[in-house]
Nanobody, 128 residues
Framework: VQLQAFGEGLVQAGGSLRLSCAAS????????MAWFRQAPGKEREFVSV????????FTPNSLKGRFTISRDNAKNTVYLQMNNLKPEDTAVYYC??????????????????????WGQGTLVTVSS
């Protein structure tokens, strides 16, 4: 599967942005889908994951309430809605896909090694 992220933008603190991740080459419903982000000089960080059916999601407590992951398998697309953005949310955001794994284990779902496929990243900049 090939992944392409969209939604790059510059927003003011407190604003909102929705990222999209479009998949091609395979049916996205076969994959757990996740978002990660990487700020300059920092390691890639887990943001959120959604199960194949969309029935289960996990988001770190630090982001819960502001970030929401969703998916539309009919459109082969996954979304990340980001609200009340803060300057520290500035990063390149990546979507990722896992075909075989179980996201119930935290050490799996939050590890970059768990995901076999990655999109190219899209830049989100939040100004203060």
């Amino acid at each position: 599967v090939q992944l392409q992220a969209f939604g790059e933008g510059l927003v003011q603190a407190g604003g909102s942005l929705r990222l999209s991740c479009a998949a091609s080459g395979d049916i996205i419903g076969s994959y757990n889908m996740a978002w990660f982000r990487q700020a300059p000089g920092k390691e890639r960080e887990f943001v959120s994951v959604i199960s194949r059916s969309g029935g289960t999601t996990f988001t770190p407590n630090s982001l819960k309430g502001r970030f929401t992951i969703s998916r539309d398998n009919a459109k082969n697309t996954v979304y990340l809605q980001m609200n009340n953005l803060k300057p520290e949310d500035t990063a390149v955001y990546y979507c990722a896909a896992d075909r075989e794994g179980n996201i119930l284990a935290k050490r799996n779902r939050e590890s970059v090694r768990f995901y076999e496929y990655w999109g190219q990243g899209t830049l989100v900049t939040v100004s203060s």
